[in-house]
């Protein structure tokens, strides 16, 4: 492209400017070849016109477009030159906060000045394993790509950090080295990662100081070489350290200090240990108060001794050798203080003896004071004649001792170099290393001196390797894609290295000046200046005799002569020295060893090997001078680097004020020139720095390719047409075997021509849309006229006709008016008349009403007074009589109150008042139903009667009408008459007694009706009442629902609390099982000897689930069931266990007695029975039959034991339950107890009665089994001696002699009993007699309540309130009868099942007699033998043989797959070793459960070592783990877990052994399965979860491809491997629909289930979103959308699977808005104050860098403003938000295995033959 092309009007360029390095301008004219003006326009809209020269003043550069700013790496810019690096520096540090930045191999690392969250654990796990380029850039990044490379290449590495002093070196190193101690973590316990971060305090208090551009400035160079095994964990480290700084020991500059350690050990002076070190505050001595400034801002040297001392005790340093070393430190400050005094020749000086500092100096380095003082005045002189003493000047004096003291603190600075690598050695072979060095930057400043003179040389020999390797990189990549290629010409500065370290050179000519007597730095610069006075790189100052200039790569930099040769020399005298090496104390003796006689160590400060022999100089302490050795160490150093793979980071110090994100233009490129990084760009810009895949450019350019050009299926060739057809110059691109190769400013060419492209698109597109948008317009515009045109002219003919009809009304109008008005002026006229006449006849009968009322008010009152007269006359006579009674009635009213007071104290009072109160009662109550009966059945025969008369006169009536017709005979009709009178006789005495039933009935309505109101007042009060009631009960509800809220709220705090003591038990489990997998560990490690090549990385703490112990003796008083009372806290809630607490632990207590003495009763029983059995094992005499009843007895009695041992243990659970249950139904302390109280006396009373029960059992028993055995042997005598019977007598009289002794024996135990019996009998019935007592009184008090507020009733209420009351008892008595008859029946029901129960064992008790007569094949397999049953006789129970336990184990858990019981009942083998369990339990046989739950336990943790990344085995026995941990608590007979048992499943439960101890095994056992499944389950999803989620299209054709992408190095691929595995979100989740089939098909509890995939869930959230955290190219819209679309299609999964209420589709809430946040707009306030509201599940620091990152895929979007994201700021500054920018992945919720009843029934499982357990036998 010619020049004409390029220089546009609209183009941007750069232009150079004082203050800001490059200014931004446009080109406003086109620019033609051969105008000596360009025509710019700056930002601020000011013109200007550039003179442009072919020679002097080129054309400027060009600007890259905006989408290639803020790029990752510098040479994927498409114009790579000076201002294009420094803006996008600048970009992406001020706008974006981004300190890291690729610039090619190179790693930019700008100092923040603040402390940013990019280096937490979860930061390291991200970056683990990663490609560099895959992830935004970071030193993590560069530390995983050198991990890499040495574990496949099999090759070391370096790390080469460099920098000026500030600008970060020592924290980025200090970060590499803690990713290669989190990742290569050490293989044993030796913990030697943490010795190597433990070594940075020690070494930053000793080496380091602060400066003037630095508070924590390292002042030596170091490289640390971490070493690692086969196996690439940590073995070892050491340490070479590289010119430190001695001249800062004795003087510093204005605001700057000494080393830390000096000020950290004055701060600390206060200690007791420190009191005899004499020190006191660092301003009291010359070598710490030179700075003027003791002090930094926001350091704690206090604080930071102590992580000095901790780290000193860490890496092995005994106490004593740090107050040895302490001690040195304080004799250093010490000696700066002596005071020298000066004679008064100036040629000798003293010291006075009683000089304090000189004492302690002395005193703390174990030396004589006189000597000390002595040579500090005096040095000695040695010819080849004689040696002669001579004193020394004051100021020869002073610098003498300031080289003593700089010569001390370096000894003592490579003595702790020493011993730190001493303790980071380690036995074990080094199989490679990885070498971090942390050395200076190039240094200039005003006065040079020989420090920086060294820095800058060992820059020079840095640069040279890294010119060498960046050259050598490029060429490899060319000649690995096959191009051709030139040889690019790059800076080569052996020139410079030369003039330094050539023969003659600089420090050739030092060293010899050093060796001349008299040498002085005039003599040593003029013999520079004639002999490299003709060098290019070698200057002679204008105004300077004394200094030199050396042109260095970076800079030209001025050194001044002056204490060259002293520092080079580094003399200090040989007297000095001796007095040292005799001092006391070992540890100062041996730091002044000769090291020079034997071969340098490994751990020596210098390792030093010479490059040629040097001659023997005369002073054995300085045969080499500093420089010599420096060059020697350099040497090396370059030696190992070039022997290793380098990775550099350089490090930037933004600005010289140490403000956070500030960036000075100016500095930042001085310090871009020296190291390197614009060396870089330039050979990159030499040859073709932008890089394409051919699928990535013709995703990004398919759009300049013609319709038939993209037909073809060669994309390959595609590109090749596009580009010959786009780019005329061949040379400008080259095509590679996967890469095209463009020339800088290509990139931006084609992304010109593809932005015109779209230009021209969105043109057309908008002139088409316009248009469209015109003729919509235009048609709605001619619609709307016609409309208003119709609309208009039907409004005026509306309007015509509306004014012809109102001109009609009007004429109506007129008519009716004028009628009106004429009839209202008639009728006003004749109203008026009407009215004058009414008053008139009103005034005249007014005037007659007046004279008549004035008479009568006059009679009136006339009346009216004569009456007041007679009643005041009665009231004055009534009034003397009343007081004349009421003094009589007073007197004797007070007599007999006293009398009332005297028997209302007496109790028969009561009693009197009270008798036959009751009965009154009852019998007002009776007669009053007699008369309501009389009075209803009066009134229904007097209606009969009154019916029937009626009847009976129309009757008659009708008669005599018939007879007068008929003229009936004159008899007749006077009997009817006399009839007829008798008849109206009873009827007057009918109407007679019927009006009497009126009154009467009338009387009694009245008293009703009032009786009505008065009940309709008592009823409005009561309704008062009432409403006062509401409100009371309405304002109580108010209160109640905050009392419920803050109830709420307690119960959700303490269920935080319940989860958070959850997940500490659990980790505490994960840490168990690490604990044990590193003692396997340890135990195995000696037989890995073979080596396994490949890339492998194991975790150090890396768990497993195997444990070898047993658990037989864990203690049931100190290990409670854990499940069992979390279970029991979710069904009674929270609160009322908490009610509950304190009676729970008194009956836990009583438990844990009962359980004591239940093993002492059994030790006791075990030990009769071994007695009896050696017994009988010595005598083979047949016992006596008292004896055998004696032992049968015991037997059924301990066994007895045992059982109420077990019962008492139900029922004292069954009592907790139901008084916590009653405690949660009322609150109340008075009725808690008295339930309590109840429930104590029910289960005493019970308890009673069951011994009563258990006594009569043990008695028939007893007897059955004598009888038996009486039997027998009466049948064994009859047999042997029938034909003595008759010839001898007195055997049978002894026989019935000891039949009557039993028979005596038998009666006694029987009486025994009985009275036993009675005398419980008698203690039960004097007890209910007793509480039979109490309830009386409690029924008496409740009566007499009852009466008295019966008796302040009325009679209507008090019948309905006796019905009531009646009612009421008969419910109750009702009530108590069902609880009687169901308590009885339970009772039978249990005495019963114990009845067979005992039948059961003593049938089996003689079988096993019956059998032990007979041999048997077999081992005897326990006491009892199994008797043979039918198969519905089967009570799911399995026998097996005690030697048969190992084949069970091996068949049922080493050897079994899951496949092979698939098509069986889920979790088979947990049924079947519960069944074997629950046989052992039946015949009562401890040692024989102990030992099948302990193997069964071991077992399973081998094989879940043995399987441990197999996630289908390991889901397989967590389903049986828990179902077996289901099983021993369905089973275990508590009633908590018996609420959803069949009958049949509670007749199985276990019956003597508690197995609460075993639960919480496995329940520990689960918790570890589960954890190791969610482990194995992770590592499967994790390397699927970006590619799925972030990566793959699941919208096809959504993504675009950014422009230039990531460079890509190729040494980050793993090549052989076929590069990185794609994967699809269908692949991610087929996988997860795989994990939820395993898991379902094993029948793993649904409740676990939904806890996997929430764990996964959150796995792959937090995955996905530090990926993108860390990641610019997914920070996009198109990207957000592809998420979003991924994110529901996984709640979709969860739906369709019915996991959605899971709590897992929460865990995607953090991503869910992240997609959401990159595809919302970011522009406005409102924009902001949605995103604050939308984003709750972000942080603040999560949604800026997503704001940060956030990248336009074209041109046509927008960049978020950095205002947008400072008002996003301002909007969070409420939060309060985590620290960490990114989300733990391996954070785990705690695990919660709910109990979940199998409703399968045992006695119904069947075995499958495949498993072949034929051994096994049904019970």
């Not at 996008?88 to 940013?116: D, K, M, W």
């Not at 009154?946 to 009408?961: A, C, I, P, T, W």
């Not at 439960?1549 to 609460?1556: E, I, S, T, V």
Request: glycine share 4%; charged share 30%; proline share 3%.
């Amino acid at each position: 492209m010619s020049v004409n092309e390029l220089y546009t009007k609209y183009t941007r360029v750069w232009i150079p400017d004082a203050d800001d390095v490059w200014k931004a301008a446009e080109i406003v004219k086109d620019y033609k070849d051969g105008d000596p003006v360009l025509h710019l326009k700056l930002e601020d809209e000011m013109p200007l016109e550039y003179a442009v020269g072919p020679k002097s003043n080129p054309l400027p550069f060009l600007r890259n477009p905006d989408i290639l700013v803020g790029e990752n790496d510098l040479t994927a810019l498409s114009y790579l030159h000076e201002p294009a690096v420094l803006h996008n520096l600048r970009v992406r540090f001020i706008e974006s906060n981004h300190i890291y930045t690729y610039c090619g191999i190179v790693l930019v690392a700008i100092n923040p000045y603040e402390q940013l969250q990019i280096y937490g654990e979860e930061v390291i796990e991200a970056y683990s394993g990663q490609n560099m380029g895959d992830m935004d850039p970071h030193i993590f990044a560069v530390a995983e790509e050198a991990y890499k490379q040495m574990a496949r290449d099999e090759r070391n590495q370096s790390i080469i950090v460099s920098g000026e002093s500030g600008a970060g070196k020592t924290v980025s190193a200090k970060y590499a080295m803690r990713f290669f101690a989190t990742v290569g973590g050490s293989a044993n316990d030796a913990n030697v990662e943490e010795k190597v971060l433990a070594s940075s305090p020690i070494m930053e208090a000793i080496g380091n100081a602060k400066t003037t551009r630095n508070d924590n400035s390292s002042r030596f160079g170091k490289y640390i070489q971490i070493g690692f095994s086969r196996q690439y964990h940590i073995i070892g480290a050491n340490m070479r350290t590289y010119l430190l700084e001695k001249s800062r020991v004795v003087f510093q500059a204005v605001d700057e200090r000494n080393y830390h350690i000096f000020y950290q050990l004055c701060a600390s002076a206060s200690l007791p240990e420190f009191k005899d070190l004499g020190l006191t505050s660092a301003e009291d001595f010359t070598f710490t108060s030179l700075g003027e400034n003791i002090f930094i801002e926001g350091v704690n040297d206090a604080e930071d001794f102590k992580k000095t001392r901790e780290a000193f005790t860490l890496l092995g340093v005994k106490e004593s050798s740090q107050i040895s070393i302490f001690k040195v430190v304080a004799s250093i400050l010490h000696l700066g203080n002596v005071e020298i005094c000066s004679e008064r020749d100036g040629e000798s000086c003293h010291i006075s003896r009683d000089d304090p500092h000189l004492q302690h100096f002395c005193r703390l380095l174990g030396v004589e004071q006189k000597q000390m003082e002595h040579w500090l005045c005096h040095r000695k002189l040695a010819t080849s004649a004689e040696t002669y003493v001579k004193k020394m000047s004051s100021k020869q004096a002073t610098n003498a001792c300031n080289a003593l003291a700089k010569h001390i603190y370096a000894r003592m600075f490579d003595w702790i170099v020493e011993h730190i690598n001493m303790s980071l050695q380690t036995s074990s072979k080094q199989h490679s290393f990885i070498g971090v060095l942390d050395i200076y930057g190039f240094e200039t400043f005003e006065v040079n001196s020989f420090e920086q003179f060294c820095i800058n040389y060992a820059n020079e020999k840095l640069q040279q390797q890294f010119n060498s390797h960046v050259f050598k990189l490029e060429q490899e990549e060319y000649m690995k894609e096959q191009i051709p290629w030139t040889l690019i010409d790059f800076y080569d500065n052996q020139p410079c290295i030369d003039l330094i370290e050539a023969r003659l050179g600089i420090l050739d000519l030092l060293d010899e000046e050093c060796k001349v007597p008299k040498g002085t730095e005039q003599n040593w610069a003029q013999k520079l200046y004639k002999q490299h006075s003709s060098s290019a790189h070698f200057q002679k100052p204008r105004m300077s005799n004394i200094s030199f200039i050396i042109i260095h790569f970076a800079d030209m930099v001025e050194y001044q002569c002056e204490g060259f040769l002293e520092k080079n020399r580094d003399t200090v005298y040989d007297e000095q020295i001796n007095i040292l090496k005799a001092s006391q104390f070992q540890l100062v003796a041996d730091l002044f060893h000769e090291k020079d006689d034997a071969a340098p160590s490994k751990s020596s400060r210098v390792n030093v090997r010479a490059a040629k022999s040097v001659p023997k100089a005369p002073n054995r302490e300085h045969r080499k001078t500093v420089g010599h050795q420096f060059r020697s160490s350099l040497h090396l150093l370059m030696e190992t680097l070039n022997a290793t793979t380098p990775h550099y980071v350089r490090c930037i110090k933004p600005n010289d004020e140490k403000e956070a994100f500030s960036f000075d233009s100016r500095r930042a490129v001085q310090q871009l020139r020296a190291c390197g990084v614009l060396e870089t760009i330039r050979i990159s810009a030499a040859g073709y720095p932008s890089r394409w895949t051919y699928p990535d450019f013709f995703s990004r350019y398919r759009v300049l390719l013609k319709k038939s050009d993209m037909m073809l299926s060669d994309k390959k060739q595609v590109c090749r047409n596009l580009l010959e057809t786009l780019i005329k110059e061949p040379d400008m691109f080259q095509f590679g075997k996967t890469k095209i190769f463009f020339r800088a400013g290509q990139v931006a060419y084609l992304e010109k021509l593809r932005t015109d492209k779209f230009r021209a698109a969105c043109i057309k597109i908008q002139k088409t849309v316009r248009g469209w948008l015109q003729r919509v317009r235009y048609r709605k515009i001619r619609k709307s006229a016609i409309t208003i045109q119709r609309y208009g002219r039907g409004y005026l003919a509306r309007r015509y006709a509306e004014f012809l009809r109102l001109s009609r009304a009007a004429l109506i109008c007129q008519k009716q008016y004028r009628m009106v008005r004429d009839r209202r002026a008639f009728l006003r006229v004749r109203q008026a008349v009407v009215t004058i006449q009414a008053y008139s006849r009103g005034m005249y009968t007014r005037r007659i009403f007046k004279e008549f009322l004035l008479h009568h008010k006059a009679m009136i009152i006339q009346r009216s007074v004569r009456g007041w007269l007679a009643r005041k006359k009665f009231q004055r006579a009534r009034n003397a009589a009343v007081i004349i009674q009421c003094a009589f009635r007073r007197t004797r009213a007070k007599k007999q109150l006293q009398q009332l007071k005297i028997e209302a104290r007496s109790a028969q009072h009561l009693k009197n008042l009270n008798s036959g109160m009751e009965n009154k009662i009852v019998q007002l109550q009776r007669k009053m139903d007699d008369q309501s009966k009389g009075y209803r059945n009066q009134n229904e025969q007097l209606v009969q009667q009154n019916s029937g008369l009626g009847l009976e006169v129309n009757k008659l009536q009708k008669q005599l009408e018939l007879m007068k017709s008929q003229q009936v005979e004159g008899g007749q009709l006077l009997s009817l008459q006399e009839e007829l009178e008798r008849l109206r006789e009873e009827l007057k005495d009918t109407n007679a007694e019927r009006k009497r039933m009126e009154e009467e009935h009338g009387s009694e309505k009245l008293t009703l009706q009032q009786r009505v109101k008065e009940l309709e007042t008592e009823n409005g009060l009561l309704k008062s009442e009432k409403e006062e009631l509401n409100q009371r009960i309405l304002q109580h509800s108010q209160s109640s629902e905050v009392d419920g809220s803050n109830a709420s709220q307690r119960e959700a705090s303490l269920q935080t609390e319940l989860d958070a003591e959850r997940q500490r038990y659990q980790n505490l489990l994960k840490e168990f099982s690490r604990l044990e997998q590193r003692y396997d560990n340890l135990k195995e490690e000696e037989s890995l000897s073979k080596f396994q090549p490949g890339h492998r990385r194991n975790p150090s703490n890396q768990s497993s689930l195997e444990s070898d112990s047993n658990y037989t003796s864990i203690s049931t008083s100190e290990v409670g069931d854990t499940e069992d009372a979390i279970q029991l806290v979710e069904e009674m809630g929270v609160e009322k266990a908490a009610m509950d607490i304190s009676l729970f632990m008194k009956l836990q207590k009583r438990v844990r007695e009962l359980e004591t003495e239940r093993k002492r009763l059994q030790l006791s029983v075990d030990k009769m029975e071994e007695l009896n059995k050696r017994k009988s094992s010595e005598s083979r005499s047949p016992t006596s039959e008292q004896e055998k009843a004696d032992y049968a007895y015991n037997n059924l009695k301990r066994q007895e034991l045992e059982t109420e041992n077990k019962k008492l243990k139900n029922d004292l659970n069954a009592l907790s339950k139901a008084v916590a249950e009653r405690a949660s139904q009322n609150n109340s302390s008075s009725e808690l107890q008295d339930s309590y109280n109840l429930l104590l006396s029910q289960l005493k009373s019970a308890n009673e009665e069951l011994d009563a029960r258990k006594e009569e059992v043990l008695i028939l028993r007893t007897q059955i089994v004598s009888t038996a055995q009486l039997l027998e042997k009466n049948d064994l005598i009859d047999s042997d001696n029938v034909p003595e019977v008759n010839n001898s007598k007195e055997p049978v009289d002894k026989e019935e002699a000891v039949k009557a002794y039993q028979g005596l024996c038998e009666s006694k135990k029987l009486l025994e009993a009985q009275l036993q019996s009675q005398a419980r009998k008698h203690k039960d019935e004097l007890e209910a007699l007793h509480t039979q007592n109490e309830l009386l009184k409690d029924d008496i008090e409740k009566k007499q309540e009852i009466i008295n507020s019966y008796s302040s009733l009325s009679p209507e209420a008090q019948v309905e309130y006796s019905i009531q009351q009646e009612i009421t008892r008969l419910t109750n008595d009702n009530l108590d009868l069902k609880e009687l008859v169901e308590k009885l029946e339970k009772n039978e029901r249990k005495l019963k099942k114990q009845l067979r129960i005992y039948m059961k064992k003593v049938q089996e008790l003689e079988a096993a007699q019956a059998a032990a007569q007979s041999s048997r094949p077999r081992p005897e397999l326990s006491r009892q033998v199994t008797v043979q049953r039918k198969e519905k006789d089967f009570e799911g129970m399995l026998e097996y043989y005690k030697e048969d336990e190992a084949l069970l184990l091996k068949t049922l858990i080493s050897d079994i797959r899951p496949n092979t019981v698939s098509a069986t009942v889920p979790c088979l083998p947990a049924y079947i070793l519960f069944m074997c369990i629950r046989h052992a339990d039946y015949i009562n046989d401890d040692q024989k459960v102990e030992s099948l739950l302990t193997s069964t336990i071991n077992a399973i943790k081998k094989v879940l070592k043995k399987n441990n990344d197999d996630f289908e085995m390991t889901s397989f026995w967590l389903a049986n783990t828990s179902r077996l941990l289901h099983c021993l608590k369905q089973y275990s007979g508590d009633e908590a877990f018996m609420t959803q048992n069949t009958s049949k499943q509670n007749e199985h439960c276990l019956k003597n052994f508690d197995l609460a101890e075993y639960r919480q095994v496995l329940s520990d056992l689960s918790i570890q399965i589960y954890q190791q499944l969610i482990k194995v389950a992770e590592g499967i999803i994790q390397p699927m979860t970006v590619s799925a989620m972030l990566e793959s299209e699941s919208i096809p054709s959504l993504a675009g491809v950014k422009p230039m992408g990531y460079r890509n190095r190729s040494s980050s691929m793993d090549l052989d491997a076929g590069g990185p595995t794609s994967y699809t979100l269908e692949t991610l989740i087929r996988q997860l629909g795989q994990f939820h089939s395993i898991m379902r098909d094993h029948g793993l509890d649904p409740e676990i289930v939904g806890q996997v995939v929430r764990q996964l869930f959150h796995c792959i959230n937090a995955v996905t979103l530090n990926n993108l955290l860390l990641r610019k190219d997914v920070c996009s819209w198109s990207a957000g959308m592809q998420l979003r679309y991924n994110t529901s299609q996984m709640e979709e999964w969860l739906r369709a699977n019915n996991l959605y209420q899971s709590k897992a589709a929460a865990t995607l809430e953090p991503i869910i808005q992240a997609a959401q946040l990159l595809q919302v707009k970011k522009k406005t306030t409102q924009d902001a104050e949605a995103i604050c509201s939308l984003c709750t599940s972000l942080t603040t620091q999560q949604i800026v860098k997503i704001l940060n990152l956030y990248t336009p895929l074209n041109e046509f979007e927008e960049r978020v403003t950095v205002s947008f994201i400072r008002n996003i700021q301002n909007n969070l500054q409420e939060r309060n938000d985590p620290p960490q920018l990114l989300l733990d992945t391996k954070q785990q919720f705690p695990v919660l295995f709910p109990y979940t009843p199998s409703a399968l029934s045992l006695e119904t499982l069947h075995i499958p033959a495949t498993l072949r357990l034929d051994f096994l036998t049904r019970v």
